[in-house]
């Protein structure tokens, strides 16, 4: 089964400057979830979606961050414009469980390592 | 914020069994014990989950106190592939419910 897909795995912009990600889910997860992880803390959810609809974004920076799940598959992360605190690893995670169950395990991408300059 | 404290490291030898405690005082009836870890330069990886009984799978055991305030997790054979920090997450029964992060412990295995 193949995993979480993300691209780029490492980009290096200039403050102010716009970056986006791409996410790939795997097939069939109804469930995405963006986590932003700063270094030497634990990763932080920024957006969940369920299919292609958002179920929690109470974190996410609306001025600056946005996220789209088009035909609930992939997904892309979007900062603009970025500023310095925004260095950090975006990871991507993705779940099959939609209800009924207490087993939700999520699997992880291996994350884009994002420097603000 | 995080609902659960990890000590911030640990060491343990190659070979041996490396016991990962953790609190998590609060915690209500519906909600349950998850571990993950996070190798480096890795996404964090689902290792074991619990409820109230004990739970063993291939990758380790968890053992839960009967007041369901603290845990442990149980690697029986450490190797250096193991290294890495280790995530206890408490988490409500509802499907689709996203993982809170503390800062986890980080296990350090060595030769």
């Known amino acids: 089964e193949a995993g979480v897909a993300q691209s780029p795995r490492y980009k290096i912009i200039e403050k102010r400057q716009s970056v986006a990600f791409w996410c790939n889910p795997i097939?069939?997860?109804?469930?995405l979830y963006w986590y932003q992880q700063i270094l030497g803390q634990g990763p932080k959810l920024l957006i969940q979606f369920q299919n292609n609809g958002v179920v929690d974004d109470s974190q996410l920076p609306k001025d600056r961050f946005s996220a789209e799940r088009l035909k609930g598959v992939d997904s892309t992360l979007k900062i603009q414009p970025a500023k310095l605190e925004d260095s950090a690893v975006y990871l991507c995670?993705?779940?099959?469980?939609?209800?009924?169950?207490?087993?939700?395990?999520?699997?992880f991408g291996p994350g884009t390592r994002l420097t603000v300059l | 914020d995080a609902k659960t404290t990890q000590p911030t490291s640990m060491d343990c030898a190659e070979g041996r069994a490396a016991n990962l405690p953790c609190n998590h005082s609060t915690i209500s009836g519906n909600e349950y014990v998850y571990w993950y870890r996070q190798i480096h330069s890795q996404g964090p990886q689902y290792i074991i989950h619990g409820l109230k009984n004990n739970e063993t799978n291939e990758m380790a055991s968890l053992i839960i106190t009967e007041d369901r305030k603290s845990s442990t997790l149980i690697l029986p054979h450490a190797t250096l592939r193991d290294t890495a920090v280790y995530y206890c997450i408490v988490r409500g029964v509802q499907a689709g419910t996203a993982l809170i992060f503390g800062k986890g412990t980080t296990l350090s295995v060595s030769s």
């Open positions: 995670a993705s779940s099959s469980r939609t209800s009924g169950s207490s087993y939700n395990e999520q699997f």
């Open positions: 097939s069939g997860h109804a469930t």
